[in-house]
């Protein structure tokens, strides 16, 4: 017998064998959750439980928002190189393209749960962010503005994680984190 038809033959089993445990956790799942949303919509969730979820869903979004931002920069930094070598192939442009879309989604669920001061210290970052691609797409086109180079644009990324700091502090400001 092929190893190949035996392991599709025992993942088979598996499966079947597996597939009511999992059913029965992902409708139990799902039953939780109706419930809860019961509960919200008749008023049982008291202000401590709503004021705990609020907490718990802003900071998830500033988590996503800092490791979205972080690789996106790395990206945008990893691209400049390649296209300073003339090495960028399909793996570069994806990359880049996964890194700047899961950004784009972090901001946009910044936008949807943030307080003012965490969206004023959002904007000169994505703005800028935006800024170093611009530049980067042109160096790669041979389109260069005059006052960009390889280095300037290396320089503006790095000078550019400077900007995470006050997004940092608004952002475990309005969740209450204190230094």
């Known amino acids: 017998m092929d190893v190949g038809a035996l392991a599709v033959a025992v993942v088979g089993v598996l499966g079947t064998l597996f597939s009511p445990i999992v059913a029965q956790r992902l ?3 799902v039953k939780r959750e109706e419930f809860e949303l ?9 202000a401590y439980e709503r004021q705990k979820a609020l907490y718990e869903q802003k900071r998830m979004c500033y988590v996503g928002m800092v490791a979205s ?12 190189h390649a296209v300073a070598k003339g090495a960028v192939d399909d793996g570069a442009r994806s990359a ?5 879309e899961a950004y ?3 901001v946009a669920e910044t936008h949807m749960t943030a307080s003012g001061p965490v969206l004023g210290a959002l904007e000169p970052v994505t703005d800028n962010l935006s800024t170093a691609f611009r530049a980067i797409k042109r160096f790669e086109d041979g389109e260069l ?3 960009w180079s390889f280095e300037r644009i290396e320089n503006f990324l790095v000078e550019l994680w400077g900007q995470w700091v006050g997004l ?9 984190v204190e230094d």
């Open 168 to 176: 940092r502090q608004a952002m475990r400001a309005d969740i209450g």
């Open 145 to 147: 503005e005059p006052e």
């Open 27 to 29: 409708s139990a799942r």
């Open 38 to 46: 019961h509960r919200a919509q008749r008023g049982e969730i008291n």
């Open 69 to 80: 931002s972080r690789r996106y920069r790395i990206e945008l930094m990893n691209y400049l």
């Open 96 to 100: 880049l393209r996964v890194a700047r």
């Open 104 to 106: 784009i989604a972090s």
